[in-house]
């Protein structure tokens, strides 16, 4: 079987292939996995990016910090994605070793200075994200001068309709920004403007939001950009959200950049995590006590279920009966805690199982690519997990549970 071990944050190096590739359910009779089983599906992933790139009118950059596993990325790549926003000498590093004629842009706005060095004299990376005019001379200092590169002025947006917030850490206030322009206009011949409206977004006007904003730091500057990068935070589908359909959000960036009025040469940018890749993976969890209707499971908050702890994302599960066993249809809510001794470590909301799961069975949990395995720690030791990339279609999420929450 192609299933490989990996430790909680280096990424799996060479994933052995096979195809046709197994599903889910030979893999997990066949391995009995009692730790944690990644499952990546490719094709989703590849669809996924195929699908995004077609409708987006512009480029589209992936955030590598969303998952970085070397597989997904070339599934990423198989779609038609060829741009990626990096935020560390790391990420840089995968890329630019993973794919030597990728466009590497490294949108963190707060860089280490030998990261910017190594970024643009070992990788080629010619963009570079700022938010202050001490970032903008930190990094003319370290690739020496114009050279070419392109400085793009991140944005700082009010608080809006995302459901994670990052106004309150990056971005030059409107003012600040329109200076930046006219600073990095006069420093270099290729400048953009930068935002991202927080992550999981699920109100297609903050982008028409943002863009009017971006168009008053425009005319304040009198800077034309060469680049509008309108970031991420495209949502996706979980059991009790129902976010609106991709076209909307796609519309509304497409209508508020046409207000702009900007001329045909400014390139249009985006930075999509989580839209590209949650759908892609799945984790496969063992049941390892049951008490009454509380479940022990082998994953958790500290694990790759961090988005069903306190921010209560409810995703899609699928039981596995540890024999074969024809498991009741009844469901009932349970109670799911992580394996850690910490006793915050569980879940915010039940998950729907069916009434006789026990102890051995598996449980899998789906629309964990973005955020899950990439957030994973180590503590209380519990970082082992397998690998495996799979033919199953992700698992659905349930539109019933869906219009019960909303
Ligand atoms: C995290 C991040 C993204 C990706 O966000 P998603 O919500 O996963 O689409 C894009 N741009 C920036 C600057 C980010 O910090």
């Known amino acids: 079987m192609n299933c490989a071990y990996r430790t909680a944050i280096a990424p799996l190096r060479d994933l052995p292939r096979s195809r046709p590739l ?40 992936y955030a590598v910090k969303c998952n970085p596993e070397p597989a997904l990325l070339r599934a990423l790549w198989l779609g038609g994605v060829r741009d990626f926003d990096a935020a560390s000498a790391a990420e840089v590093e995968l890329i630019g070793q993973s794919f030597p004629s990728a466009g590497i842009h490294f949108m963190h706005p707060v860089k280490a200075r030998p990261a910017i060095r190594e970024a643009f004299v070992r990788h080629g990376v010619m963009d570079f994200a700022v938010d202050s005019a001490d970032e903008m001379d930190k990094v003319l200092e370290e690739v020496g001068g114009d050279q070419g590169i392109g400085l793009l002025v991140r944005l700082a947006l009010p608080k809006g309709g995302a459901v994670w917030d990052l106004s309150g850490k990056f971005g030059a206030a409107p003012g600040e920004a329109a200076s930046l322009l006219r600073r990095a206009r006069s420093a270099v011949r290729r400048v953009g403007l930068a935002f991202h409206v927080g992550s999981q977004c699920l109100d297609p006007a903050a982008f028409e939001r943002a863009l009017a904003l971006a168009g008053r730091v425009v005319a304040e500057a009198g800077v034309t950009p060469d680049i509008l990068d309108v970031g991420g935070g495209f949502p996706v589908a979980y059991d009790n959200v129902r976010p609106p359909e991709p076209e909307t959000f796609f519309a509304a960036v497409a209508r508020g950049v046409e207000r702009l009025a900007l001329p045909s040469t400014t390139e249009l940018w985006c930075e999509p995590g989580r839209a590209l890749v949650a759908a892609g993976q799945s984790v496969v969890l063992r049941v390892l006590a049951r008490r009454d209707k509380a479940l022990y499971v ?26 074969g066993r024809i498991l009741s249809a009844r469901p009932l809510p349970f109670t799911i805690f992580g394996p850690t001794c910490d006793s915050a470590d569980r879940l915010k909301e039940p998950f729907l199982l069916p009434a006789d799961i026990r102890e051995g069975d598996w449980i899998e949990v789906g629309q964990i690519g973005a955020y899950g395995t990439a957030l994973r720690t180590a503590f209380n030791g519990m970082d082992e997990a397998m690998l495996i990339e799979v033919r199953d279609d992700p698992l659905s999420v349930s539109a019933a549970s869906a219009d019960r929450a909303a």
């Open 22 to 61: 197994p599903s889910v359910a030979e893999t997990v009779y066949a391995e009995r996995p009692s730790v944690p089983l990644f499952c990546l599906r490719p094709a989703a992933i590849t669809s996924a990016a195929e699908r995004f790139v077609a409708r987006f009118p512009g480029r589209v950059l």
């Open 298 to 323: 082998n994953d958790g908050i500290y694990g790759s279920l961090s988005d069903a702890g306190p921010p209560g994302f409810r995703f899609p599960t699928r039981p596995i009966a540890a024999d």
